[in-house]
């Protein structure tokens, strides 16, 4: 059974030219991503053959281009975790990201999600705007197929590997401002406390990894996304951002190509004015935060032919329609 759905182009909702208030904004914000978490989410799971769905077909190089950035920019964590014998070491090829703390925003069905969590993350947290979306995750790492989790566990927010070393925390319903908001919050009391109360269990400490992949072109303002994003960083931490570039060529394929022509992504998923060029997302995420950040590394991400096999590659002279990129925070800057 193949599953289309025709998503609603929620962009067409905004008046050109207009101005909304905050608040209507913000409903806006989370109607709209509720709308693409919840399309992506349902095909991803429905799909006959989840092979031929782009996000799985794209999933393995996102990790391999993740990791060998952490490799090269982001020092290894050494310290053993519990359940895990001291001889494994922090850089084994096995655990690339062993003992990272990873957000993953727009976690969706928690593809990703359970990918960072495998590759040996002390702790990832996947956020979805829609609560539907975050439900059907949950269910999705208790599958015998994820073995992610162990049959006999019990799990709300979040659930142990039957290894006992990774977990995972699904927060459902909020946007990414939202979150931010909150948990700095709670970082900064929970570090007060630990000034007063030693070995004090810092549950909000900030992450060492936060993933934003193929969700800028969805939602009504990455600026802000981003900005948010970014401060949950810890010093050194690195920022992943993937999408898909403004250009005649992503144009073909990406919309006319994936979505009216294969059917591999329902159509009216994407609106080719909210695509976005590497330089300006560095703008958004360097040049106007003011948050500290710099650009370390870029990709394109290319599917080869025959394209009905969903295989990718990573080149670096070709960021001509999907692409993604690393955004390390300077070491100087203050938790």
Partial sequence: MQVRMKLI?????????????????????????????????????YCRDA????????????????????????????????NVDDTTTASSPHLPLRNKRILDIGCGGGLLTESL?????????????????????????????SMLLSSDSVADEEGEEEGGNNKIRYIGGVTVEELATNWLSKNKEEQQSSSTTPNNNNDHELFDIIT?????????NPTSLLHSASSLLKPNGILFVSTINRTLKSYSIA???????????PIGT????????????ERMIVSESGSNMKQIAANGMV??????????????TDTDVNWVGAYQKNTNQKK
Avoid at 26 to 42: A, G, Q
Avoid at 303 to 316: A, C, N, Y
Wanted: with cysteine.
């Fill in 9 to 45: 182009n929620f962009h067409h909702l905004l008046p050109i030219g207009g101005k909304l208030e905050k608040k209507s904004y913000d409903k806006m914000c989370i109607v709209c991503y509720m709308l693409f978490s919840i399309s992506r989410c349902i095909y991803f799971i």
């Fill in 51 to 82: 092979r031929s769905n782009p996000l799985v077909g794209m999933n393995p190089i996102r990790i391999q281009f993740m990791t060998q950035v952490v490799n090269n920019f982001q020092p290894l964590h050494n310290t053993p975790s519990n």
């Fill in 117 to 145: 969590s495998r590759l040996g993350a002390s702790l990832v947290v996947g956020v979805d705007a829609s609560t539907k979306v975050v439900e059907v995750a949950k269910r999705h790492s208790f599958h015998n197929n």
């Fill in 212 to 220: 934003a992949l193929e969700i800028i072109e969805h939602v009504p």
């Fill in 255 to 265: 919309i006319v190509g994936a979505e009216y022509i294969t059917g591999k992504v």
């Fill in 270 to 281: 994407h609106d080719w004015n909210t695509f976005w060029s590497p330089e300006e997302v």
């Fill in 303 to 316: 599917i080869e032919p025959p394209f009905v096999t969903m295989k990718w590659s990573l080149d670096d």
